[in-house]
């Protein structure tokens, strides 16, 4: 338990199998993500088991997080070895056909109402470039080819100008929406988000359902950083999804919005994820590149909860390896770079929750002062684990809650470790009892001094209104 940043792996073809994802999870891997742009539901059911009945085997609490594909738009079947020049003219159409150089098939049906001349249309993760000339308003737009080359079936449109009236959650969403709640994923990564409305508007299906699944915002479009303040207030979770981002805006403007998102989620105690392309090499080599090793020591320095893989685990070539190396740059950065830990926020006088704001507060900084091991707290919500871990303290932070539900879902939180505990007899034989069961574990020894937050009385499982300082005998 040295690491602090938590690993997505995402399941795909070579780590759908028990003995597969159970390699993951003892190399390193805390969330397993499932993409609903891939996989039918009756083969994800038994990838789900596979993890819940892995979580059993080895004591450990790996999270899901079921990522919702969006409206994501795509060309349709073309025609093999089609090559689009620089200056033609190309169509696109909502009306079913195979493509070849002069038109092609376009999956989003409201293309010609919603674009307009001059606007930029960008295909294939933004190898292909065209501006529109004109549309008809019904079934066709005529656009000028600026940057040409192939285009093959089913390849990623991106239309960064456009005002999409397309709703956030498709059909296709929606029905993926209601098998992640049947099967109680943790987490639901909703993409393309552009408004704190879209958020609301899963929270309120996934309420209604009388479920409890988290949502991660993925942040990907131009509207979204416009929102972004309203969106991480209302979200649970951040991704900085860098593959459609850096296509929807200029490339030189995602390092320093990763930054910027990374902050304002540390600041909103909103756990945050930096994912696309972080060891893309390591789908076919052994090992990454520098600037992969790089990439992944820079979202550690920046504070990201959370790094992410695609590829690397579903379809490439040594997903276990490419954990292994992932674990090793973690923990070199966690050891040597300082300015990582104890990023006090003081809470905000008079607001709902300045109790145990306060209370998160001075237990990082009494810890750092004494040199503390430990962060010890009771939760049934969790509030005090994201607001502990985003102050990113030194010592160990330790969650027990009687909500199991919560054990999995605080995996993505980062230095956060969760213990199932329901024996709620007083607030003294509680914290007694908890400091044993640490010892005996080995996570603690005597000596150490921890601190240990709770509700008092604890038996109210009300706000967190308790601060504990003592060694462990």
């Known amino acids: 338990m040295t690491r602090r940043t938590k690993i997505v792996a995402t399941l795909g073809p070579v780590s759908s199998s ?8 003892e190399a390193g891997v805390n969330v397993c993500r499932i993409n609903f742009s891939h996989g039918k539901h009756e083969d994800l059911v038994e990838v789900i088991q596979h993890i819940r009945n892995i979580n059993e085997e080895l004591g450990v609490h790996t999270a899901i997080l079921g990522d919702l594909q969006g409206p994501k738009i795509r060309v349709g079947e073309m025609e093999p070895g089609t090559i689009l020049e620089d200056g033609q003219e190309f169509i696109l159409t909502n009306q079913k056909c195979v493509g070849n150089k002069e038109k092609a098939y376009i999956s989003y049906q409201e293309i010609p109402k919603d674009v307009k001349a001059g606007e930029l249309i960008l295909m294939d993760d933004g190898k292909l470039q065209m501006e529109v000339i004109s549309t008809n308003y019904e079934d066709q737009v005529i656009l000028k080819v600026t940057h ?29 929406l209601d098998f992640c709640l049947e099967h109680n994923l943790d987490w639901i990564g909703l993409s393309f988000v ?30 979204a950083i416009a929102e972004l303040s309203d969106i991480i207030k209302i979200t649970d979770a951040v991704m900085v999804a860098r593959g459609d981002l850096g296509v929807e805006i200029p490339m030189q403007d995602v390092p320093l919005l990763q930054k910027k998102i990374v902050q304002k989620c540390l600041e ?32 550690v320095m920046d504070g990201a909860d959370a790094v992410m893989l695609s590829g690397e ?66 939760t049934h919500s969790g509030y005090t684990g994201f607001k502990i871990s985003s102050q990113r303290p030194r010592a160990k932070i330790f ?14 939180v980062w230095g956060v470790k969760t213990f199932y505990y329901d024996k709620m007899v007083s ?34 499982k009300g706000n967190t209104n308790m601060l504990k300082l003592s060694y462990i005998e």
């Open 427 to 460: 607030t003294d034989h509680t914290i007694a009892d908890i400091k044993y069961l640490l010892k005996k574990e080995g996570f603690v020894k005597e000596g150490d001094l921890i601190i240990n937050t709770a509700s008092m009385p604890i038996e109210d």
């Open 148 to 176: 040409g080359g192939v285009l093959s079936s089913k390849k990623g449109v991106n239309l960064p100008n456009t005002k999409i009236s397309q709703p956030c959650l498709t059909e296709k969403d929606l029905i993926d």
């Open 18 to 25: 028990y003995e597969q994802i159970k390699k993951l999870v």
């Open 194 to 223: 552009r408004s704190a409305r879209d958020i609301i508007e899963l929270k309120h299906i996934i309420s209604s359902k009388n479920k409890s699944s988290k949502v991660v915002a993925k942040i990907e479009k131009p509207e």
């Open 399 to 412: 969650v027990f809650s009687g909500n199991k539900k919560l054990l999995t879902t605080m995996s993505l």
């Open 313 to 378: 685990t579903s379809v490439g070539a040594h997903p276990v390896e490419v954990i292994k190396a992932m674990c090793k740059i973690i923990n070199k950065v966690e050891a040597d770079y300082d300015q990582l830990y104890e990023q006090e926020r003081v809470p905000e006088k008079n607001q709902e929750r300045f109790i145990t704001d306060s209370i998160c507060f001075n237990a990082c900084r009494l810890s750092a002062r004494v040199d503390g091991k430990a962060i010890v707290t009771m």
């Open 268 to 299: 909103n105690a909103k756990p945050v994820i930096i994912a696309t392309q972080m060891m893309e090499s390591m789908i076919e080599n052994i090992a990454p590149t520098r600037a992969e090793v790089t990439d992944v020591a820079n979202a």
